[in-house]
């Protein structure tokens, strides 16, 4: 997992980061990373569309769709699976985290204990494969969609 060395809320950085990868920071891409940054949980592209182009009206959701998939290459932003198989998009958090997405209405915590560290190291000794990374996202209801 490649680790952010800097704050994706600072502009200046994201824009160096951008030109070290020979790509442009673009308004689309500032869009689509600010309506995410602003988000408190995990958008869908449609939503993404709607809230950039309360931004920059006349943005297409092609346009959203290769921003984000620039801004996933880059890790700067998560694809999340959802269970009826869609996926929704959130800045990626800093460090090694496992996100709980409530089902009713998609906020997001991002655990920061990590419970695979046994399994990893029982699994690696099993197969003989050596696990070095894992993806562990958990689905449940907040408490404010339990009352
Ligand atoms: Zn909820
Ligand atoms: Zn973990």
């Keep these: 997992m490649i680790s952010k060395l800097f704050s994706i809320s600072n502009y200046d950085e994201i824009r160096e980061f951008f030109h070290e990868k020979g790509l442009k920071y673009t308004p689309?891409?500032?869009?689509?990373?600010?309506?995410?940054?602003?988000?408190?949980?995990?958008?869908?592209?449609?939503?993404?569309?709607?809230n950039v182009k309360e931004l920059l009206p006349g943005t297409g959701l092609a346009t959203v769709y290769r921003s984000l998939e620039t801004l996933v290459e880059l890790n700067l932003v998560v694809k999340v699976h959802l269970e009826d198989g869609c996926h929704s998009y959130a800045t990626a958090p800093e460090g090694h985290r496992h996100?709980?997405?409530?089902?009713?209405?998609?906020?997001?915590?991002?655990?920061?204990?990590?419970?695979?560290?046994?399994?990893s190291k029982k699994l690696s000794k099993?197969?003989?494969i050596l696990i070095q990374n894992h993806f562990l996202q958990l689905f449940g209801k907040c408490k404010q969609c339990q009352s």
């Design 28 to 50: 689309q891409r500032q869009a689509v990373l600010k309506v995410l940054q602003e988000s408190k949980s995990y958008l869908s592209i449609n939503r993404i569309h709607r």
């Design 126 to 128: 099993d197969t003989g």
């Design 99 to 119: 996100p709980i997405v409530c089902t009713d209405c998609s906020r997001v915590i991002q655990y920061t204990e990590c419970p695979m560290e046994d399994l």
